[in-house]
C-alpha cells in the first residue's frame, strides 16, 4: 500500500488506561477535566485528563520535599535496588505500555516497542551512575582535609514531551532519581498514559510515597506554581524553544538552574561520493519515523549538486513506498501527525514552499478525512526564504536544496539559531574532518543516522538547549557540588 492511502485502523480504546495524578504516593482520577486525550489515528477520545488545581499542587510540593528528604539519605546501594525493580516491571509490562504510547501518539507500534527498549536502556545506565557520583579528596597541609562533596540538588521539577512519551521521562525521572533528587512530573497532555504507565511501576517497585509525582492540568499555571516555589530546585525541560525559553525566564527569576533539551532542524550533507541511492532508503525511514516528529529528525537536505537529482528521484520513490495508518495496524511504517494543529501546519509549510518555486516531488497533502495522516512529502529546489528552511517541520515533509561544494553546504547548515543535531554523508576523511569541527550542532552523525545512546550525552547549542543528558556526566545537573575544608586541630 502507497503512502496516498492510509492503512484502516484498529479498536483499542478498551487498551488505553484511566488518566490519573499521582502525588504523595496516591492516585487522584477524579475532579475537573482540563483535557481529552484523542487517538490521532482515529480521532478517537481515549480519555479525559484531571486538572491539578493549586490545592493538589501544593500537596505535591509537600509531599516532593519530604520524599526528597527520605530519598537523599536512602544508600545509593538501596536506591539502584529499588529502581532496579521498577525498570524490571517496565520490561515485563513492555507490550501493555507499547499499546498506550501508540494509541495516543500515533507511531506504529514496532517503533513504540522500539523507544520504551531504547527507554530501558536510558534507565539502565543512570542506575549504574547513582553508584559513581564521587567526590575528592584533596591534599592538604597537616592537620587540614579537603573534600569536594557531590549531593542531590533536591526536588526537581521535569517536564515532557508528546513526541518521545517513555523516551524524555526515562533521561528525566532516571537521572534524578539516580542522583538522589525527588521529582515532580509534567508529562505532555496529550500522552499522560504512557507517564501513569511508567509511574505505576515505581509505586510497585516500593518507591517511597512523594519520591516521584505526577501533575497535569493547565501547563502555564503548573510551570508558574512550581517554579515559584522554592521547594523546587532545579527545571529540566524538553520541547519547543519558545516554551524552553519561557521557563528559562521563570528558573531565572527564582535563581533555579535549568536543562532544556529544545528544538532542532537537522541538516543532512550529502556528498557526491556517496551511495545516494542507499542514503535515499535510509533518509525515507528516519525521516518519517513518528510521522516526523523528533527533534533529531533530519529535515534540511543539502545535496552536492553533481548528484542532486538522482538523491531527489531515490528518496522521492523511497517515500511513496512507505505504507501509511493506524499504528496498531499490521505492516504500518508511517502514523499520524499528533493532532490536528501539526496537519494544518503540515500542510501550510508544503504551501508556502510552494509559493517561493519548491517543487512538490511526492506527497503535500492529507490522506483520508479521519485520523490526522499526512502523505509523507518531499519538496525540492527549495528556496531559502521559505518557511520550510527555517521553521522545525516536525512533520513527515523533507526539504532538498542544491551545493555547489562543501562550504556552501556548512554555510546553509550554520545559518540557522538551531543547533541540535546533524548528518553527513561522506567518503572523504577530509570533508569528515571539516564537517565535525565546522558544523555548529551538539551531535553530529557520520555516515549514518543513529543519535547518541545512553553512554553519550545528547543536548545542542544555540537555541537548542542549555546542558547535556546521558554520558558520563548524566547526573551532573541533579547534583551540586559542597567544599568542605575541616581542620583536624583541636578548638
Known sequence: MTSQTAQPSTPGSRHYPRIGLFIDGEWFHDGPSASKVVNPATE???????KADSALLLRALEAAARG?????????????????????????????TATVLTLENGKPLAQARGEIERSLSFFDWEIGQAARAY??????????????LRQP?????????????????????????????????????????????????????????????????????????LIASPTIRMVTFTGSTRVGKHLAELAA????????????????????????????????????????????SPSRFIVHRNVYQQFVQAFALALSELRVGDGLAAGVEVGPVANARRLAAAQALVEDARKHGAKVVTGGHRIGDRG?????????????????????????????????????????????????????????LHDAEQIARRLETGMLSINHFDTPDADTPFGGIKDSGLGREGGPGSLDAYLVTKTVLQSTARV
Open 135 to 148: 567526590g575528592i579528596i584533596v591534599p592538604s597541609a597537616p592537620q587540614m582535609q579537603k573534600f569536594i
Open 253 to 296: 527569576g527564582a535563581m533555579k538552574p535549568t536543562l532544556l533539551e529544545l528544538g532542532g532542524h537537522a541538516p543532512v550533507l550529502i556528498g557526491e561520493d556517496v551511495q545516494v541511492s542507499e542514503i535515499a532508503r535510509l533518509a525515507a525511514i528516519i525521516k518519517t519515523r513518528a510521522a516526523g516528529q523528533i527533534c533529531t
Open 44 to 50: 478517537e477520545v481515549l480519555a479525559h485528563v484531571p
Open 68 to 96: 526528597f528528604a527520605v530519598w537523599r539519605d536512602t544508600s545509593p546501594q538501596t536506591r539502584i535496588r529499588t529502581m532496579q525493580s521498577a525498570v524490571r516491571l517496565m520490561r515485563e509490562r513492555a507490550e501493555e
Open 372 to 428: 490526522f495522516f499526512f502523505a509523507p512529502t518531499l519538496l525540492a529546489d527549495v528556496p531559502l526564504t521559505a518557511d520550510v528552511m527555517h521553521t522545525e517541520p516536525f512533520c513527515p515533509i523533507a526539504a532538498c536544496v542544491p551545493a555547489a561544494n562543501l562550504d556552501e553546504a556548512i554555510n546553509m547548515a550554520n545559518a540557522l539559531p538551531v543547533g541540535l543535531a546533524a548528518y553527513a554523508f561522506t567518503n572523504s
Open 153 to 225: 540538588v533536591g526536588p526537581v521539577y521535569a517536564v515532557t514531551p508528546w513526541n518521545g512519551p517513555m523516551g524524555a521521562i526515562a533521561r528525566k525521572t532516571g537521572a534524578a532519581l539516580a542522583a538522589g533528587c525527588s521529582v515532580i512530573l509534567k508529562p505532555a497532555e496529550e500522552t499522560p498514559g504512557t507517564a501513569c504507565a511508567i509511574v505505576r511501576c515505581f509505586q510497585d517497585a516500593g518507591l517511597p510515597p512523594g519520591v516521584l509525582n505526577l501533575v497535569l492540568g493547565d501547563p502555564a499555571e503548573i510551570s508558574s506554581t
